[in-house]
Structures are given as C-alpha cells and as structure tokens.
C-alpha cells in the first residue's frame, strides 16, 4: 500500500490543539547524510488511553516529549484506519475499533507537537486500505527512502513494542544498509500491549542497540 507523508497542517484538521506552553524548537536539519531522526510510531491516543490501551502507554508520552526537540526531524506515523476496517472484531479482525481517521483517538497526545515547527516532521499514514491489516509504515518499496536520507541516525520509538513498533522497525531494517542508516530503539519510550520480548529479540539477533537517555 502506497504511504502518503503530508505536512501535518493539512491533514489532520481533527487532531486536538495544544494547550500547554511550548518549548524550544528543535534544532536546525544537519545536512544531508547527518541527520538524527526521532521515529515515533502510533503514539496516538486510543493506544494510550482508549479503545486499545498499551499496558504503558501512558508513561512513554513524557519520556518521547522530553527527547524530541534534541533531534533534527521527527517522523510520525499514524494508523489511519476507515471506520469497517478489517482488523475491527465486528468486521472479521482481533482488536477493537480504534485509530478511525479524524477522531479523538487517532490523534497525537496534546501537546506533543508543542515548540516543534510544522517543517522539522513528517506524519505516515497506514491502514487506511480497508481490507489490508498493515503494522508496519513502510511495507511499501521504496517508501523508508521518501523519509529517510542516506546516513541518517534513526531512534524508533512508540507503540506498541510487539506489533506496529516491531514490524516498522523491520521495514527500516530491510532498507538501512542501503542507505546507510544507523538505528537504534529507545526503549524507555516504547510501549507494549503484553510485553516487550519480540522486539528484544529482534534487536538482538540484529545487532540492534538501545538508544540510551
């Protein structure tokens, strides 16, 4: 399924405004090649306190909010799913309705765009294809070279830690030699539904590191 990355102004008009007050902008884009990318998946709120709540999800919207402005972008994903998805239990799938494109639910945590400008990130969208359950945010070929530049520094962070944080990390794997990519993935910011083991593992046997505070 082809991703779509809009500036977030245009497209999502139903996110929740900011209320508190903002803080530093993040510092100016390095060349490219020299880039450090924050990746944050799915940090949205019925994974945090909706319809399909991370068991932490709570807790990782501080940690992600106090670590983004020391990064160059910020890329965003967001499931984006139609209100008769397929992953829907009342349309044949496992989980309950959540993420449905310009509800409450499928916007980021208030304020975590706060003190960062509109042209240091990216939002991707995914799951919209009603029949096609989709965890990852670049299956599509090609698509992790439209966000990320050759030698960039990617820090994946987000939720959940055993699906859509797992699968988008093997997504950037697959293209991280290519590009030269150097990645990594802060745990202290990634939530889970049951437990974290499957992405541990993964990074292990991929030589993965832990992004440290």
């Known amino acids: ?39 944050v998946v ?74 960062v400008s509109s042209d240091k990130y990216d939002i991707v969208l995914k799951g919209r294809d009603q029949a096609a359950e989709e965890y990852g945010a670049f299956a599509a070929e090609g698509s992790v070279a439209e966000v990320f530049h050759n030698g960039d520094e990617v820090v994946v962070c987000g939720i959940a830690a055993e699906y859509c944080v797992l699968e988008t990390l ?10 030269n990519l150097k990645v990594s993935v802060c745990l202290d910011a990634v939530a889970y539904i049951t437990e974290y083991t499957p992405l541990v593992e993964y990074m292990k046997e991929n030589n993965i590191p832990a992004y440290e505070l």
Not at 73 to 79: Q, S
């Open 1 to 39: 399924m082809k991703k779509i990355i809009i500036a977030f102004a245009a497209a999502m008009m139903a996110l929740v405004a900011c209320n508190q007050t903002a803080k530093e902008n993040p510092t100016e884009t390095n060349m490219e090649g020299n880039r450090k990318v924050l990746l």
């Open 42 to 115: 799915d940090l949205q709120k019925d994974f945090i306190d909706g319809t399909l709540q991370a068991a932490n999800g709570r807790e990782i919207v501080p940690v992600v909010d106090s670590i983004k402005n020391s990064f160059d972008r910020i890329c965003f994903t967001l499931d984006w799913h139609p209100s008769n998805h397929c992953s829907f239990t009342d349309f044949g799938g496992i989980w309950p309705v959540h993420c449905v494109q310009y509800t409450a639910g499928a916007s980021l945590p208030d304020c975590i765009l706060a003190g």
């Open 170 to 179: 093997k997504n950037v794997m697959k293209e991280a030699e290519n590009l």
